[in-house]
């Protein structure tokens, strides 16, 4: 009987040991997935792209505002990088993120406002864009790292 009992509490320790260990490495993989998104961000409030393509899968794909951006490399040398270059500020505030995982995928969900502060013209006119954004991410582990497939984000004026 006792042996029954030792064996029962054994078996459910073990049980809750390997669900917590679990646990602590979703945990671990979902604080990875959101630091990749973070640090994108972050470039962007630096004007920067330096050190983003890391970020990304070679083939990734990005969808801007009803638009097919192509591959990362072509979406910065084709639209944000030339941007980035007439901004003052990029700015992101109210930012939240969330991750699901679903190894090798992760899949995030990031709302924020944006602001962005255009460099004044010859003119010393400056002009200021504020917006509500929503991006959807989906990332893949690959060689122990997450990078970015898809991307896609979307905007619409502040209320």
């Known amino acids: 009987m006792k042996t029954s009992n030792l064996k029962t509490i054994l078996a459910l320790f073990l049980i809750v040991t390997a669900l917590g260990y679990g646990q602590n490495e979703t945990n671990i993989e979902k604080e990875a997935v959101i630091n990749v998104m973070k640090t994108y961000k972050d470039a962007l409030q630096n004007l920067s792209t330096e050190g983003t393509f890391d970020l990304f899968t070679e083939e990734s794909e990005v969808f801007e505002s009803g638009g097919v951006e192509g591959t990362y490399a072509h979406y910065i040398e084709h639209h944000l990088g030339p941007e980035l270059g007439h901004f003052e500020k990029f700015e992101f505030s109210d930012y939240e993120i969330d991750a699901k995982l679903d190894v090798p995928y992760a899949f995030t969900t990031e709302t924020y ?10 003119k010393g006119n400056s002009r200021t864009i504020k917006k509500k954004g929503v991006a959807t991410s989906i990332l893949k582990k690959i060689d122990s790292q997450w990078k970015i497939t898809k991307m896609h ?4 004026n502040v209320k």
């Open 153 to 156: 984000s979307s905007s619409r």
């Open 113 to 122: 406002v944006y602001t962005i502060v255009i460099k004044p013209d010859d």
